[in-house]
């Protein structure tokens, strides 16, 4: 299976900051990297695949890089409504893995 | 505008099955990916398997290979999910995912997820 290794597990951070999550897989997986954020009690929701492709209604705020098998998921500049959990998936090759989780907190 | 409406919550014992089902409204049913990933209380997201209907093939994570099936009604746009041999540690949030509209988009569209509760 592939291993997607995200970072940090958890982060804090304010209003306006621009804040980076990071997965890195332990083999290539091409461009095939989702991100999805989740908030308590709710389904994930799609933000970006294929690394840096934006979904259909997500802010622009929200961007995708590949850097080999490093992706990132950048937040410009933070609001209220973005304090939530980040995953990351590949989908490459089955099993689809996922990270473990970034929780972004207030701080 | 897709949809995938999932059913209720279950409370199951343990060795029994459950089966979970998700309905899928807007665009074709066939043609996309369906994914099913679970969440254990306070724990991230783990990939159990996939459907694509039109091909009726399927994939699963070895770790429920043998007590997992994913099948898909195309005369209901209905993809389901059967686990057998429930165990304690299967408790968890159950969701169903539809792959997007373009190649190579993942799984765009969620269930709101159905809650599988073991108990005793």
């Known amino acids: 299976d592939i291993q997607m290794t995200q970072s940090p597990p958890s982060l804090s951070a304010s209003v306006g900051d621009r804040v980076t999550i990071t997965c890195r897989a332990n083999q290539g997986i091409n461009y095939y990297l989702a991100w999805f954020q989740q908030k308590p009690g709710k389904a994930p929701k799609s933000l970006i695949y294929?690394?840096?492709s934006l979904q259909s209604g997500v802010p622009s705020r929200f961007s995708g890089n590949k850097s080999g098998t490093n992706f990132t998921l950048t937040i410009s500049s933070l609001q209220p409504e973005d304090f939530a959990t980040y995953y990351c998936?590949?989908?490459?090759?089955?099993?689809?893995?996922f990270g473990q989780g970034t929780k972004l907190e207030i701080k | 505008q897709v949809q995938l409406v999932q059913s209720g919550a279950e409370v199951k014992k343990p060795g029994s099955s459950v089966k979970v089902s998700c309905k899928v409204s807007?665009?074709?049913?066939?043609?996309?990916?369906i994914s099913w990933v679970r969440q254990a209380p306070g724990q991230g997201l783990e990939w159990m398997g996939r459907?694509?209907?039109?091909?009726?093939?399927?994939n699963y994570a070895v770790r429920f290979q043998d007590r997992v099936m994913i099948t898909a009604d195309e005369s209901t746009s209905t993809a389901s999910i059967e686990l057998t041999s429930l165990r304690f540690e299967d408790t968890a949030v159950y969701y169903c995912?539809?792959?997007?509209?373009?190649?190579?988009?993942?799984?765009?569209?969620w269930g709101q997820g159905s809650l599988v509760t073991v108990s005793s």
């Open positions: 294929a690394a840096s």
């Open positions: 995912a539809r792959d997007g509209l373009y190649y190579g988009s993942g799984s765009t569209y």
């Open positions: 459907i694509i209907p039109i091909f009726n093939t399927t």
């Open positions: 998936q590949q989908y490459n090759s089955y099993p689809c893995t």
């Open positions: 807007g665009g074709t049913f066939s043609s996309y990916a």
